[in-house]
């Protein structure tokens, strides 16, 4: 039974190990987004992020744009 644990362990260690690489552009997150519960839209064109059809967000770098 502790083997079988301990191969299990391995087992999740090794599969959750995935490439992730840095956004260097914006352009990179462009378009839809869509998950179990909420689907998320961005448009990079108008720097808008919108879920599940009603929530608009601004992107935005400007700091007066930023929640406090």
Excluded at 25 to 39: K, L, M, V
Excluded at 42 to 66: A, P
Aim: with cysteine; glycine share 2%; proline share 1%.
């Amino acid at each position: 039974m502790k083997k079988l644990l301990m191969f299990f362990m391995f087992f999740s260690i090794i599969s959750c190990q995935e490439n992730f690489s840095e956004i260097k552009n914006i352009i990179e997150i462009e378009g839809d987004w869509e998950s179990e519960y909420e689907n998320i839209s961005v448009d990079t064109d108008k720097m808008i992020i919108t879920v599940n059809d009603t929530v608009n967000l601004v992107l935005s770098s400007r700091h007066y744009d930023k929640p406090l």
